[in-house]
């Protein structure tokens, strides 16, 4: 069974004047492990896909599940708890906490989630992030690239299902990106994770097993497999 599942998924958003057709007739399957690169110009629906890939949002029609579960057929207390449990989210901005140190970041989630051994999983997450001997800096005392490396080890507390990137190495430059997406990469493989990466970077497609294109909210089935 995929991880991810979008069927028939459309996004409507109405705004005051016209309403914004951001999805259209999306399917797509991403499999344990999988590392998927989505592509498109800026307002081709990346972002509305990621969201609703991780329940922060639900499709107008269709349906999209995480690990089995569909996202529109859960009550408020199921969603919180698939979130908490089953997505993990990395952002271009980083956005750590800037009241807590490395560690503290990564540890807020599992302590929000009554993890007894949040402490000790926290320093394993920094570990496999390199980070450890930073583990008591604040953000502000961190480059761009240390900030998401901190960011990923937060996005795997709690060993997520999914994964979803929303242009990661976007403020990054192109060394510290391409470490960040190794990074990823190897994330994908080693936690097993169903990963969605949405990037303007022609170089970032690369290391990914498969890129999807994103084009006014459709999907291009010309998808390049690799
Ligand atoms: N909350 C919203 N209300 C109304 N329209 C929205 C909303 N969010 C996104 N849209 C519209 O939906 C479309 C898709 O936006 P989306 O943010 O998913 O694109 P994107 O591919 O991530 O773009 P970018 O590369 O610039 O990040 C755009 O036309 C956008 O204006
Ligand atoms: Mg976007």
């Known amino acids: ?70 996202t529109t057929r859960l009550s408020d207390a199921e969603l919180t708890r698939l979130r908490r449990e089953k997505v993990g989210f990395i952002f271009q901005s980083f956005q750590l906490l800037h009241t807590l140190t490395a560690i503290e970041n990564v540890e807020l989630p599992l302590l929000l989630a009554r993890e007894a051994k949040a402490r000790e ?38 060993d997520p299902k999914v994964l979803l990137a929303d242009e990661p190495t976007g403020n990054l430059d192109t060394a510290t990106g391409d470490m960040v997406l190794a990074l990823l990469s190897r994330t994908a493989r080693e936690f097993g994770v169903a990963l969605m990466m949405a990037t303007h970077s022609a170089d970032s497609t690369a290391i990914a097993d498969r890129v999807l294109r994103l084009r006014d909210g459709r999907l291009e089935h010309a998808a390049v497999l690799r």
């Open 121 to 158: 999983i926290a320093r394993e997450r920094l570990r496999w992030v390199d980070m450890s001997e930073y583990e008591g800096r604040y953000p502000h005392q961190l480059s761009g690239g240390q900030q998401q490396r901190v960011a990923i080890a937060r996005a795997l507390a709690h």
């Open 1 to 70: 069974m995929a991880v991810i599942e979008a069927r028939n998924v459309s996004k409507m958003y109405q705004t005051q004047s016209a309403p914004v057709i951001a999805l259209e007739d999306v399917s797509l399957s991403v499999e344990r492990g999988e590392f998927i690169a989505l592509v498109g110009k800026s307002g081709g629906g990346k972002s509305t896909l990621l969201n609703l890939c991780g329940a922060m949002d639900f499709p107008t029609s269709g349906e999209v599940s995480i690990d089995g579960q569909i």
